[in-house]
């Protein structure tokens, strides 16, 4: 491969805007074993969270794409490979980072949604402790105390 196709190959792998609009492979080939990728990673995302018991599974299906990723890069980089054969394997690579951001994605909507979670319990129990160190408790907004008998005041 030459010089200048080996930088279009890796420029292309590199480029932010890579996996848009790129598909991720039905199966795929990682450390030996064959992988049927596109099925794994919809049948995680179907789920809003990653559950307790997939979640190691899914931990090591990443750090595998990542190190097969790694490695198919070196592959380019090297430049011993054929221009077409470095083409089929820059396809490949955009479609493992396609993956890998999809799995991504879900880890981190659920940690922000665990984040929002405790953000709003704080939020409550500070207010409820301030409400009650100010003597506000079992007030209104208004500040005037509230009985429960809205005709009576």
Do not use: C
């Amino acid at each position: 491969m030459k010089e200048y196709e080996r930088a279009q190959l890796l420029e292309r792998i590199d480029r932010e805007s890579a996996t848009i609009g790129a598909d991720i492979p039905d199966r795929i080939e990682i450390q030996g074993e064959a992988i049927d990728l596109r099925s794994f990673v919809f049948e995680i995302r179907r789920r809003e969270t990653v559950p307790p018991g997939e979640r190691e599974r899914v931990e090591t299906a990443k750090k595998n794409l990542r190190r097969e990723r790694r490695e198919r890069r070196d592959r380019i980089e090297t430049g011993e490979i054929s221009f077409e054969e470095g083409d089929k394997v820059a396809g490949a690579i955009i479609g493992i980072t396609r993956a890998l951001d999809a799995l991504e994605n879900l880890d981190a909507s659920g940690i922000e949604q665990e984040a929002r979670a405790k953000e709003a319990a704080d939020t409550k129990r500070w207010t409820q402790f301030l409400k009650k160190a100010l003597g506000h408790e079992g007030k209104d907004q208004r500040g005037a105390r509230n009985t429960g008998n809205r005709g009576s005041r």
